[in-house]
Nanobody, 129 residues
Framework: EVPLVESGGDLVQAGGSLRLSCATS????????IGWYRQAPGKEREGVSC????????YYAESVKGRFTISSDNAKNTVYLEMNSLKPEDTAKYYC??????????????????????WGQGTQVTVSS
């Protein structure tokens, strides 16, 4: 059983929208922070967004604030990343990750580059100009 399975990546025109999904299994959903990274060829990996039941609010990178929204469906153990007003610079492979919540919360560890416990296989998002 694969712990994290992403879907929803596609080719879209600039200004368009996509919704990525991350279906989780095999671990207790509420105990983990679920975060999205992205990586484009030749660029550093970027932490895009994260959500955790241990935190008051989700985390967003400055580059996506106001355009991306992360949400979770606890009944389905699934996290969604709604991406609007997409730009060519959003083109990347998007990875869903899970990391155990700690005493500093959930997404603190994601934001600060701590190792993640689980990684998905990634889903490609391509934004054409």
């Amino acid at each position: 059983e694969v712990p994290l399975v992403e879907s929803g990546g596609d080719l879209v025109q600039a200004g368009g929208s996509l919704r990525l999904s991350c279906a989780t299994s095999g671990f207790r959903f509420d105990d983990y922070a679920i975060g999205w990274y992205r990586q484009a060829p030749g660029k550093e990996r970027e932490g895009v967004s994260c959500i955790s039941s241990s935190d008051d609010s989700p985390y967003y990178a400055e580059s996506v604030k106001g355009r991306f929204t992360i949400s979770s469906d606890n009944a389905k153990n699934t996290v969604y990343l709604e991406m609007n007003s997409l730009k060519p610079e959003d083109t990347a492979k998007y990875y869903c990750t899970a990391g155990l919540n700690g005493y500093l919360g959930g997404c603190y560890y994601f934001k600060n580059g701590y190792d993640r416990d689980y990684w998905g296989q990634g889903t490609q998002v391509t934004v054409s100009s």
